[in-house]
């Protein structure tokens, strides 16, 4: 991911004698495309604005070449023929000749397509890269600059596999002088499995066995003048050619990720996961004889791991954070240290499992499961590799161009999205991967089976399995992309989201065990409240959660007395304005009665109540001689993501209205979600949604209509009318609850949300607006939009404030709370100075 990679997978013809093949530079830092030729079939043709790119240089053409798949490298042709890819270190290093003093024409990119082109089998592979390396040159893509060479990067591994059943490992290097190459091939075992984690691992060469071992001719030679090896010692290509900078993380970068693997095929070895993977010393085997046999959806199992349930997993300790991401992102600069390297890793572009098949035709046989994207986290599709196309949602990849027309794109957007809620995000993918990877396997399954019961020529069974595949990467990509909105609107903002109901979300939070690391519990380190608030909090914070009994030291004996259940008006303090969907528990000081005690000090009793949480919104004011442009100034920050919220911002029209009619007043509370409420009677935004069964709301009841009332914008509450009126809105806690009439012995109609709306229709001034509001709610009375739970009463989010603000530039703030017998209201307002800003914080 770290390189500008190509990440098309593209499919590549007779050829007249004499002719000459063009070879490219495409290493990983070319970007996109890797390259434009007419040369390489209709996948490579140049696109708009593209110019053809020059070659390298060339080698002689054979007569015909296989079609292929390729991608960064050559990777299944049309007669099996597959290869897989590790870059490696080595003790040598070769450039390009399109650097200064670049002696090579070859890397493992065209090296592999030459193969794949001329080949049919493993061991044609194994000597067609190795002469031409020999004879032309080879080139490590990571070489980077000849000023600092990268020898970690300058070597590549490939395994390949044929469908006679023959499956080599290949090491190659450069040679001598920064020219040439020596490379080394090793036949792995019929019943064997290998694993090659960007480290060389052929150690012994026995060149006499040629079935099994093959090598260039200078593979001793060069070692032993180079006193990398000894003539006198068993020859071990490993020990001789790899390379490892002086790190403690080398041995363990390559070394764990072997013995995971192998610790998946081979539990029974039990080998050591922490002795490390070492050039010089051998510590894990070539290869291994697995437990049970291997399926492509066991290197599946592998690709996707990243140490779960291991004492190396990702998802453990404080670097997984509190949602146990196993992503590990770039080495911190100037710190000593290193991550794991898992097989799954963030920054994967893609991987393949290639299968061959000896005992049906090589068009269907031959199939690569590919994924896009971060193995994890994605689903491996079947390409064939008879077929000559794949749809263009594949191929359309670019790592800088967000696309939603994409494969890539949709399965990169939700590895992404999933580090933002790890431990339930990645649930959710695997639930959607395991769906989809079912679907892929039966779909082989289904296809190859139709194949055979209508006893289809191999052309239309390939046109069939073309059919069928590239229809199933279409629909998955196109699924992948719904789900991947539905993670969106699901998990946003700290919550978990199911519908608009009242009960259609969750705070999701911070664990236990991550916020006990944090300044989380050490909060709050700067408060220094007044003398009298310290001490009414000292007591309050006394009381047992539990109980609801005070424990208090008196001289030096523990004091546990009764709480009693008193009346509202002796609240001395409690909590609001918390952005959680759980309860808060809040203190409540209450003044029981007087004890004397030896040192006649007072004691206090202390009863519970439960608050439900407030919408946290932030409401600043500010007069017109204190703005820039002489404005006045309201606003607020609204964050209720805690609630069913109805987001819409609608426009409310003017309206006249015919003698005696009657305003219909709702209840649209903010747990009440979308929508607000169904009306005909305030314009064309409350109307109900054609098709979307929305039925017209009941009205809470009913308030004298004016004859004629200004348009204005409405959300939650009434926010600016057509006459410049304007204002905005803060939750607050008062000492007093009251509930709507809709709840059994409410006795209120007006909620803030309506008195604001009504304050709009109505008014074009401040003062007008606050005694409107004022004298409304004394009348029909005032309860506050999260006075929900009678039996826990919600003081924290009972009441309300306002900043008003009109074209004359005043500015007023206006509190309200419920009144006497949870009825009625009470209310204040002032009047805020010209030059003068405030702010209401929830109080």
């Known amino acids: 991911m770290d390189t500008p990679v190509d990440l098309r997978l593209i499919r590549v013809l007779n050829h007249p004698t004499g002719a000459k093949r063009a070879v490219y530079n495409d290493g990983l830092d070319h970007g996109t495309p890797r390259f434009v030729t007419t040369e390489r079939g209709p996948g490579y043709l140049p696109l708009t604005n593209q110019t053809i790119s020059t070659p390298l240089g060339y080698i002689p053409q054979v007569n015909s070449t296989y079609a292929y798949w390729d991608n960064s490298y050559g990777m299944q042709n049309e007669v099996q023929l597959s290869i897989g890819e590790s870059t490696c270190a080595a003790k040598t290093v070769g450039y390009p ?14 090296l592999s397509r030459i193969a794949l082109e001329r080949c049919d089998t493993s061991v044609c592979a194994v000597k067609t890269m190795g002469t031409l390396a020999e004879e032309y040159g080879f080139y490590g893509e990571y070489s980077d600059n000849p000023s600092k060479p990268g020898y970690g990067g300058s070597s590549e591994a490939l395994i390949i596999a044929d469908k006679f059943q023959h499956v080599w490992i290949f090491h190659i290097l450069t040679g001598a002088h920064n020219s040439g190459a020596v490379w080394a091939a090793q036949r792995l075992g019929d019943d064997q499995f290998t694993i090659v984690p960007n480290t ?68 029974s070895l039990g080998l050591d996961p922490d002795v490390g993977f070492h050039a010089r010393v051998p510590t894990y085997p070539l290869s291994v004889k697995p437990d049970t046999l291997v399926s492509p959806a066991t290197i599946v199992r592998i690709f996707s791991d990243y140490y779960q349930n291991t004492s190396y997993d990702l998802t453990k300790g404080m670097a997984a954070g509190p949602f146990h991401d196993p992503a590990r992102y770039s080495y911190a600069k100037g710190v000593q240290g290193a991550w794991e390297r898992s097989i799954s890793i963030h920054r994967m572009v893609h991987s393949f499992v290639l299968q061959t098949r000896p005992n049906m035709a090589d068009a269907i046989g031959g199939v690569a499961w590919y994924a896009q994207g971060v193995p994890a986290d994605s689903v491996y599709f079947p390409i064939s590799c008879g077929q000559t196309t794949l749809p263009t949602v594949f191929n359309q990849a670019i790592r800088s161009k967000f696309d939603t027309e994409s494969t890539w794109w949709a399965f990169q957007f939700t590895t992404n999205w999933a580090h933002l809620r790890y431990d339930l995000i990645h649930h959710e993918i695997q639930v959607q991967r395991i769906k989809y990877t079912t679907l892929a396997r039966e779909l082989q399954q289904s296809t190859e089976a139709t194949c055979r019961s209508r006893n289809l020529s191999t052309s239309d069974c390939v046109a069939l399995v073309e059919s069928a595949y590239n229809e199933f990467i279409v629909t998955t990509t196109n699924a992948w992309w719904q789900f991947a909105w539905r993670l969106v609107s699901s998990f946003n903002a700290g919550y978990e989201f199911f519908n608009e109901s009242a009960t259609g979300g969750r705070s999701i939070g911070y664990p236990a065990d991550w916020a006990n690391q944090t300044e989380y519990v050490l909060y709050p380190q700067h408060y220094h409240p007044p003398a009298q608030v310290a001490a009414e909090e000292n007591r309050t914070a006394a009381v047992d959660p539990d109980t609801g009994v005070l424990s208090i030291v008196v001289g030096g004996s523990s004091a546990q007395l009764e709480a009693f259940s008193l009346s509202s008006g002796f609240l001395l303090g409690f909590v609001c304005g918390t952005m959680s969907l759980s ?37 600043v004011g500010v007069g017109s001689k204190a703005t820039m442009d002489g404005s006045a100034l ?56 054609n098709g979307s069964n929305q039925t017209i709301t009941t009205p809470l009841g009913y308030i004298p209509q004016v004859n004629s009332t200004y348009a204005y914008w409405d959300h939650s509450h009434g926010m600016q009318n057509e006459v410049q009126l304007s204002i905005a809105e803060s939750t607050c806690a008062a000492k007093t609850v009251g509930y709507p009439l809709d709840m059994p012995n409410g006795r209120n109609l007006l909620s803030i949300n309506e008195l604001s709306r009504i304050a709009l229709e109505r008014c074009d001034t401040s003062v007008c607006a606050v005694k409107t509001m004022g ?69």
């Open 97 to 110: 000749l399109d650097y200064p003093n670049g002696r090579n024409l070859l890397s493992i990119n065209e």
């Open 200 to 267: 060389f691992v052929i150690r012994t060469l026995n060149l006499t066995d040629s079935a099994n071992y093959l090598a260039s001719s200078n593979v001793h030679s060069f070692a032993y003048a180079q006193g990398w090896a000894s003539p006198s010692e068993p020859f071990d290509f490993t020990a001789a050619y790899g390379f490892a900078a002086p790190a403690s993380n080398k041995p363990l970068y390559g070394g764990r990720r072997m013995w995971r693997a192998y610790d998946v095929v081979v539990p």
């Open 583 to 619: 309860l808060v528990v809040a203190a409540v000081a209450l003044v029981s009665r007087v004890r004397q005690e030896s040192n006649s000090m007072l004691t206090a009793f202390a009863a519970l109540t439960l608050a439900s949480s407030a919408a946290a919104c932030t409401l």
């Open 634 to 689: 309201v606003g607020t920050t609204m964050d209720s993501m805690a609630t069913p919220v109805d987001l819409r911002l609608v426009r409310v029209p003017t309206m006249n209205h015919s003698a005696g009619a009657q305003r219909a007043v709702y209840n649209d509370a903010l747990h009440h979600g979308y929508p607000r409420f169904v009306s005909t009677e305030r314009g064309p935004g409350y109307l109900p949604l």
């Open 775 to 843: 004298a409304l709610a004394e009348e029909y009375g005032f309860y506050g939009e999260y006075s929900r739970d009678q039996t826990k009463p919600g003081y924290g989010g009972s009441s309300e404030a306002l900043i008003i603000a009109d074209k004359f530039q005043h500015v007023w703030i206006f509190h309200i709370l419920t009144g006497a017998h949870n009825s009625g209201a009470i209310w204040a307002a002032q009047r805020l100075g010209d030059d003068q800003f405030t702010i209401v914080p929830n109080t």
